[in-house]
């Protein structure tokens, strides 16, 4: 089982044991308001964990399940990159511990999966999250207009950010 160790952050594979906080957590508005999700958020988490293109970690914090953070990937050898996305306990924002998972994740696909390329694809209005990614090293390539629908079932843009291997802040 792979276990990243950040700064503050320990990033492990979820297991079903982690849910019902994960739950908790995705059940917030100022996580549901950029993840959405069904009424049963527990059953949207357990079918993500079934598929088998999302990695799924689980952010631990002074021995506590504080978020979730997942990657998928393009295989496509002329294509190859990995993408990232994550939530965090809204008690614990703005600390440092979504740069510090971002930079863990970041850190263990460059060396171990030897992506050299990731991206990021946040709400264009998520400011806060737009700065946790930019102090990985992640650049702003455009914004992708229209490209989520918002919980008030509005298309929302998106902002897509890469970030380069030899740019990662580490
Ligand atoms: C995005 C998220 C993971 C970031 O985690 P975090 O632990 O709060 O991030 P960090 O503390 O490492 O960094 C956030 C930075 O943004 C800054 N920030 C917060 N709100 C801000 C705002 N409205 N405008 C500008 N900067 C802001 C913080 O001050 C901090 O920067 P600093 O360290 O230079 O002071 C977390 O906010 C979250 O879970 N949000 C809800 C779900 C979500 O939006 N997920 C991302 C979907 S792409």
């Known amino acids: 089982m792979t276990v990243l160790h950040g700064a503050f952050v320990v990033?492990?594979?979820?297991?079903?044991?982690?849910?019902?906080?994960?739950?908790?957590?995705?059940?917030?508005?100022?996580?549901?308001?950029?993840w959405r999700g069904e009424d049963d958020?527990?059953?949207?988490?357990?079918?993500?964990?079934?598929?088998?293109?999302?990695?799924?970690?689980?952010?631990?914090?002074r021995q506590r399940a504080v978020g979730m953070i997942q990657w998928y990937s393009e295989e496509?050898?002329?294509?190859?990159h990995a993408g990232i996305d994550l939530f965090l306990d809204p008690t614990l924002h703005?600390?440092?511990l979504g740069t510090d998972a971002v930079r863990t994740l970041a850190c263990h696909l460059i060396d171990d999966h030897?992506?050299?390329r990731l991206v990021i694809d946040p709400a264009a209005d998520n400011t806060a999250a737009i700065h946790c990614y930019a102090k990985?090293?992640?650049?702003?390539?455009?914004?992708?207009r229209q490209y989520e629908r918002g919980l008030d079932g509005t298309w929302h843009d998106g902002l897509l950010m890469e970030l380069l291997a030899a740019e990662l802040m580490r």
């Open 11 to 34: 990033l492990r594979p979820t297991i079903a044991e982690d849910i019902l906080a994960l739950a908790a957590i995705r059940a917030t508005p100022e996580v549901r308001a950029r």
């Open 114 to 116: 030897g992506y050299h």
């Open 76 to 80: 496509d050898p002329d294509y190859r």
């Open 136 to 144: 990985v090293g992640f650049q702003p390539v455009g914004i992708m």
């Open 94 to 96: 703005g600390n440092g």
């Open 41 to 61: 958020l527990a059953a949207d988490i357990a079918a993500d964990l079934q598929d088998p293109d999302i990695h799924a970690l689980t952010v631990h914090y």
